[in-house]
C-alpha cells in the first residue's frame, strides 16, 4: 500500500473524457483494498487478515457548477498536468474514469464551486488505474 | 491446530468454525381421548446436521493461476459431496463423529487476491453442511 491516499493540487490542463475541465482546484485520489478476515473456534487472533483487490476512487474540486454538471455523466480518462513537491511537472492519467455524483455549491457572494466524484476502473484488471510520468 | 475433516480430508484449509446441530429426536406423539396430557412413543435420535466454515487457500506465480489454483480447491472438496461416501467427521476440538455424509459444500464469498513477492495467494470462504446419519 504504497500510496494509500493522494492529493493532486496546482494541476493544469485537465481534460476528463477528452473534455477540458478549467478551475480545477485539487483532484484527491484515495485508495483501499478489499479483505477477508477469518478466525477459527480457538484462534485468539484472526488466522486471516488479509488485503485484495485494490479500489481507485477521488473527487474533483472545481470552481465552475456548470461545467460540472455538464460532465456529471463522463465517463473516460482523467488527465492532469501535476507540479510534484520538487517542482517537476508530471503527467498524471486516471484510466477508466465514471462520474457517480456532482455536487454543486452556489450562494449569495459566495464563491461557487463543485466537486464531483469518480471511480476509476483497470483497463485490464491488472494495471493500476493512475499512472504518473 | 487441528482441522477437521471429512473421511481423512481436511474440509478447509484455514479458520475453520464449527457449528454443531442438535441432536434430532425421533418421537411419536397422540392424544388419548378422555385422558389428559400426551401419549409418547419414544425412539431415541437420528444424528445431527453440522455446518463447517472456514478459508481455502492456493498459491500461485500469477493473479490467473491462484485463481485458476483457489477453483481446483473448491471442486476438489466439493467431491466429498458425492452422495454416496459415509465417513467419520472430525472435529475442531478432535472428537469424532460417525457416520455422516457431506450434504453441501460450497463458497461463500468472492475470491480474495492477494499478491506477494514473486506469487499471489488467493483465498476463499467456504461453508460445508454435514449429515450425522445416526
Known sequence: ???????????????????????????????HRSTLRAAGDED??????????????GE???????????????RG?????????????RVVTIAGVSI??????????????????????????????VSVA | MPTPTFNET?????????ALGSPQVR?????LPGVHGRYAQLHGTSGREIVVRGVLHA???????ANAGIKAALRSKQALADGATVGDYVGTDGVTYRHCVVTDYRATGEVLLSPGAGVCDAMIPVEARLSQLV
Open chain 1, 100 to 129: 457517480v455524483s456532482t455536487e454543486l455549491g452556489a450562494g449569495h457572494r459566495m464563491t461557487p464551486s463543485a466537486r464531483m466524484s469518480f471511480l476509476a476502473e483497470s483497463p485490464d484488471g491488472a494495471t493500476d488505474p
Open chain 2, 10 to 18: 481436511r474440509l478447509v484449509s484455514r479458520a475453520a468454525q464449527e
Open chain 1, 1 to 31: 500500500m504504497s500510496e494509500p491516499y493522494q492529493v493532486f493540487s496546482d494541476v493544469t490542463d485537465v481534460t476528463l473524457a477528452g473534455e477540458s475541465l478549467p478551475g480545477v482546484r485539487r483532484i484527491a485520489v484515495s485508495r
Open chain 1, 77 to 89: 480518462s482523467l488527465a492532469f498536468t501535476w507540479r510534484d513537491s520538487g517542482g517537476t511537472s
Open chain 1, 60 to 74: 474533483i474540486d472545481l470552481l465552475d457548477p456548470a461545467i460540472a454538471k455538464a460532465l456529471e455523466s463522463a
Open chain 1, 44 to 57: 485468539l487472533y484472526e488466522r486471516v487478515a488479509r488485503a485484495g483487490r485494490w479500489r481507485v476512487e
Open chain 2, 27 to 31: 418421537l411419536q406423539l397422540d392424544t
Open chain 2, 59 to 65: 498459491s500461485s506465480p500469477s493473479p490467473a493461476e
